[in-house]
């Protein structure tokens, strides 16, 4: 496993800057070494055409927590891209606050893996998944 690193990039502060997390209205709540939460709130942009929260928009929470939760665990700032996700939708979502919360699985030299659970401002699973991403080496 990686040795979480010494200089910590600020990840709060990254969450901040990146355009595509500010449109989607998501939010870094907190993070550490394998793990992190996030949130955002429904608006009426994020819906499909059944007025639930589309797919989509599941599967970017999924996979910018994952990236929060694994990020730490990397020895130096490097690129962390995914290669594979998987998500499951359980229940349909239509209102109100969604929270994201991953875990780290595996954190290898190359693939880390982490499980992601999204429940609704009640605490009920609507959706999770898995994401493996690749990382890139400096060299």
Same mark, same amino acid.
């Given at each position: 496993?990686?040795?979480?690193q ?7 502060? #990254? ?49 910018? *927590? ?26 349909p979502? #239509? ?8 875990e ?5 030299? #190359?693939?880390? *893996?982490? =499980? ?7 605490? =009920? ?5 898995? *994401?493996?991403?690749? *990382?890139?080496s400096?060299?």
């Open positions: 496993m990686n040795e979480p010494e200089k910590s990039v600020d990840l709060a502060e #990254r969450a901040r800057s990146i355009p595509f997390l500010r449109l989607m209205g998501l939010e870094l709540l907190d993070h550490g070494p394998g793990w992190a939460r996030m949130r955002f709130h429904i608006r009426p942009e994020h819906l499909n055409y059944l007025n639930s929260l589309h797919g989509g928009v599941i599967c970017s929470l999924i996979d910018s *927590v994952a990236y929060f939760a694994l990020r730490p665990l990397l020895s130096q700032d490097l690129p962390l891209p995914t290669m594979e996700m998987k998500v499951n939708f359980l229940r979502m #239509r209102e109100g606050w969604i929270i994201g919360e991953a780290a699985l595996h954190a290898g030299k #190359r693939v880390m *893996v982490a =499980q992601v659970r999204v429940t609704d401002d009640e605490g =009920q699973l609507s959706a999770f998944g898995t *994401v493996s991403c690749f *990382v890139v400096s060299g």
